[in-house]
DNA sequence: GTATCTGCAAACCCTTTGCAATAAG
DNA sequence: CTTATTGCAAAGGGTTTGCAGATAC
């Protein structure tokens, strides 16, 4: 059994709220997924296995976000994208402006600037996200003057 | 004359585009604006004085962003938010999850880091945005299990 | 058995766009 | 005069929601 099914079941009977095969087959969807995704392509994913409304799709992705499993992730393409992240190390997005490939960097000195920045102005601290935007060294090459 | 109007004009000109009393009466009211706002209360700020379309505005506000005049700014509200950028410090923002207040911070490691993860990427970097996310004072004040 | 969850379709909301009239250069 | 810009209203696209039937507990 994977952690993250059993953190979703830990999640869902804490809450009082029933475990669905719906909701099941949205977390194994989403175990499989390394990198970003939106809700139609999740659906279609889903659509060839287990038939998922998009409906019930909205609806469990706030559940997701409380469980610690997904983060939203704001890609500039005018909806909501998400990342899976259970598990895996604090990442920032390194973003190319022109073919919008997404390289993903870790930097041990955010956090700490984060916990540094939140307890100077008396926050509790609860997480960060960077954005770097630039030009990939591909699309330097093919806009030289981009 | 504000610099920001100069700015716009200079930009408008260089592109070839027409000065219109719309797109003056947004750069205005735009100057008048300290801290983060939409395209809704844009209009309504406008209905009082110049009585623009909302069309209009979401036609000049890709102008603007390419004028540095302002950036986008997500903040989950399901819609787009701008921020008054042109002339001031890089900053990043720190907000409270709960009551959504947002303070802004300026670190200038943040900068450093930025190049730095973009050039080890061979990226080319076009700048950076910092969110952190947490619960301000007075939310823990208000709230003292969350 | 009862309350929650699902799927569907309609509603919603923000944003974009086609078009005829207007205005800038 | 020519072409860009405006305002309006309609269309678009992602997301949310009301409701009746299905399902978890």
Redesign the pocket.
């Known amino acids: 059994m994977e952690p993250e099914i059993q953190v979703f079941r830990d999640f869902?009977?804490k809450?009082?709220?029933?475990?669905?095969?719906?909701?099941e087959a949205i977390v194994r969807e989403i175990l499989t997924t390394q990198d970003h995704f939106?809700?139609?392509e999740l659906y279609f994913r889903l659509k060839k296995t287990?038939?998922?409304?998009?409906?019930?799709?909205?609806?469990?992705?706030p559940l997701l976000i409380e469980a610690g499993l997904i983060n939203e992730v704001y890609l500039e393409n005018?909806?909501?994208h998400y990342e899976h992240v259970y598990g895996r190390d604090h990442h920032c997005h390194l973003r190319c402006r022109i073919c919008r490939v997404i390289v993903e960097v870790t930097d041990p000195r955010l956090t700490q600037i984060e916990r540094e920045i939140a307890s100077r102005n008396n926050f509790v601290s609860e997480g960060h996200k960077l954005e770097i935007v630039g030009v990939c060294p591909s699309c330097q090459n093919q806009h030289p003057m981009a």
């Open positions: 869902i009977r809450r009082g709220l029933r475990g669905t095969k719906e909701r939106d809700v139609d287990a038939g998922v409304s998009k409906a019930s799709i909205y609806r469990t992705i005018g909806h909501m």
